[in-house]
Structures are given as structure tokens and as C-alpha cells.
């Protein structure tokens, strides 16, 4: 009997350890995310001349970037209170839904146009790999 609670005992120990150094194994690989900008210049491996340039193109989309995603949620907003009030075909809701693809438009187009402001900072090189990379991100975002 004493056997078999010791090897309860060892068996309950090695799990708790297990799950601890999982857990903290998780936890670190959370700690490690990178910024996508950050990883993006890595990729491209930007100059400390080429950084310079990129920071008040960087600076002017996060600012756009700001404004167009806070549009977006004020829209997304309206078609809630639209759907809690009216119907599916309501004029309400075909008036938000038309307010959120505007801005998804315009949040798409200022992201395209980013892009090629920064290719024009960078070589033919880093310019070609940074469309790759763009075309990579399109193809596994929705």
C-alpha cells in the first residue's frame, strides 16, 4: 500500500512540475513577441540612415493608422445600436455597413500607400523583399 501512494505521490509531483514548466515556457514565448515594425526592419535589414528617414513616415501612418481605426470602431459602433433597433434591411444598418467599408477602404489604401512610401527610402533590394513579404501577409490575414 505504502508503494502505491508513493508512486501517487511521485506521479501527482512530476505533473505539477510538468504544468509549472509549461506554464513558464508559455510565458516566455509571450515575452518574446516582437513588434512587427521592429521585425520588419530586421527583415529588410534597415540602415541607421534608412531608420532615420522611415521614422517620420513610420510616425505619420501610426497617426493615420489612429484616426482611420477609431473611425472604424465609431462605425462599428452605429451598426450595433442600428441592429439593436431595427431590422436587417433597415436603412440604419445599410447606412453603417456602408460607413464601415469606407473606412476599411480608406485603412486599406493608407496601408498599400505606407508601404510604397517606405520602399521609396529603401534599395531596389529591401523595396522588392518588402512587397514579398506584404504579399506573404495578405495571403494568411482574412
Given amino acids: 500500500m505504502k508503494t502505491i501512494i508513493g508512486l501517487f505521490v511521485a506521479v501527482v509531483a512530476v505533473a505539477a ?3 509549472f514548466c509549461t506554464l513558464r515556457w508559455m510565458e516566455s514565448r509571450r515575452a ?3 513588434d512587427p515594425h521592429e521585425w520588419l526592419h530586421s527583415e529588410l535589414k534597415i540602415t541607421p540612415a534608412q531608420h532615420a528617414a522611415l521614422e517620420p513616415i ?3 501612418f501610426a497617426e493615420q493608422n489612429r484616426v482611420l481605426r477609431e ?3 465609431a462605425a ?3 451598426l450595433g445600436g442600428a ?3 431595427g431590422r436587417s434591411d433597415s436603412p440604419e444598418i445599410t447606412a453603417a455597413v456602408g460607413k464601415i467599408h469606407v473606412h476599411m477602404r480608406e485603412l486599406q489604401k493608407a496601408s498599400i500607400d505606407h508601404i510604397f512610401e517606405m520602399r521609396s527610402v529603401l534599395t531596389p533590394e529591401q523595396g ?3 512587397l514579398q513579404l506584404a504579399e506573404k ?3 494568411v490575414a482574412p
Avoid: F, P, Q
Fill in 17 to 19: 512540475l510538468s504544468s
Fill in 71 to 73: 473611425r472604424l470602431r
Fill in 128 to 130: 522588392d523583399k518588402l
Fill in 76 to 78: 462599428n459602433h452605429e
Fill in 137 to 139: 501577409g495578405l495571403d
Fill in 83 to 85: 441592429i439593436r433597433k
Fill in 32 to 34: 518574446r513577441a516582437v
Fill in 58 to 60: 513610420e510616425a505619420k
